[in-house]
């Protein structure tokens, strides 16, 4: 089992000092997780390895940590970063985290909570390049209001893997779920199944049909479970993963390894046997 969304905050600030964002409360205070905490949790739930995802809202563009704790457990872990997209230098920042550090993806961090973004402008056609050229996979963070800048890029950047995660929050609404799933016709696009849309689906029909829904929908070679610890800390890391596989393996298990695993190694060739850079 892979969990594809998890974040980590170091005890030592000053090493890692804190460099949060107004975003979804001072979750970096009231749960903190380390790279250690999290591994001792996954070994104790089954989990074999996960993608550590820059913690905008703890650390904003201050990737240091997550690439760290990568770096120093590459059998364990692999890491994406999250950079300034706006910024003159993006482009060598982001090759800077990818080439020097270590790095193997790069989130996209375009959440907007009023309007567009810079999601589908000219300024992230050489981030975009340079993922490829490292091989190194995108992640996108949007809200569904901004579903239709993710339709451009998909039409854009044709071809390149992209990871949307926490399905940009859409699976609640029938008019937001439906943009979603107008998607699915690019095959590039992958879901990110997270704690968020689990408890949304255990509130309404349950998660045996929401998953059921988005397989039928993307296929399951396109979506990926992750918790989104240790963001989400209102219960223990053994929950979540439970959660997840109450989810997943009510598919049949030709459909449940690939959102449980294989989806992730696919995409992030650090996680498979002898792949970590």
């Known amino acids: ?138 992640i996108v963070t949007i809200l569904p209001h901004q579903l239709h800048e993710l339709e451009f890029v998909l039409e854009r950047e044709a071809g390149t893997p992209i990871s949307l995660d926490h399905c940009a929050f859409a699976l609640g609404d029938a008019q937001t779920r439906d943009a979603l799933f107008a998607l699915a016709r690019f095959d590039a696009l992958h879901l990110k199944v997270s704690t968020h849309n689990l408890d949304e689906a255990d509130e309404g029909r349950g998660v045996a049909e929401l998953t059921r829904t988005l397989v039928d929908r993307f296929g399951a070679d396109r979506l990926m479970w992750g918790s989104d610890y240790c963001q989400t800390h209102d219960r223990p890391y053994a929950e979540l993963v439970e959660l997840g596989r109450r989810a997943f393996e009510s598919l049949p298990a030709a459909q449940a390894e690939p959102c449980l695993s ?7 060739p650090g996680l498979a046997p002898g792949g970590a850079r």
Not at 76 to 98: G, H, K, M, N, Q
Not at 262 to 268: E, H, I, K, P, S
């Open 262 to 268: 294989g989806t992730a190694r696919r995409l992030w």
């Open 1 to 138: 089992m892979i969990d594809c969304h998890t974040h980590v905050v170091s005890p030592d600030e000053t090493r890692y000092p804190l460099n949060p964002r107004d975003l979804s409360g001072e979750w970096y205070r009231e749960g903190p997780a380390s790279a250690e905490d999290l591994a001792r949790e996954m070994e104790a739930s089954g989990v074999a390895q996960a993608i550590l995802v820059q913690g905008v809202g703890a650390y904003t563009w201050k990737n240091d940590y997550a690439a760290d704790a990568a770096v120093a457990a590459p059998s364990r872990f692999v890491s994406a970063c999250a950079i300034d997209a706006e910024a003159d230098d993006a482009p060598d920042t982001l090759a800077y985290w990818l080439d020097e550090r270590g790095m193997q993806g790069v989130r996209l961090f375009a959440l907007d909570r009023e309007g567009p973004s810079w999601l589908a402008t000219a300024k992230t056609i050489p981030l975009f390049e340079i993922a490829r050229d490292r091989g190194a996979h995108v």
